[in-house]
């Protein structure tokens, strides 16, 4: 998948074959592997069951997930 990295509006014109560029639904997941940055420590522990049980309780069904938003 192509990353456009253009800073200015008029870049991009001057390349309208860049905009026009719409990924297949099998590449978005690949890229979002390839892309994925480790967070490292706290973040992998804050993610087990026991530690989020301890930090929500039982209302952790009932929180917004808003991380992918």
Known sequence: ???I???RGRRLAGRPGSV??????????????????????PHHALREPVITGNIHGDR???ADDRRFT
């Open 1 to 3: 998948m192509p990353i």
């Open 5 to 7: 990295a253009a800073s």
């Open 20 to 41: 026009d560029v719409r990924p297949d639904a099998d590449a978005l997941p690949r890229h979002d592997e390839v892309s994925a940055v480790p967070l490292g420590c």
């Open 60 to 62: 952790r069904a009932a």
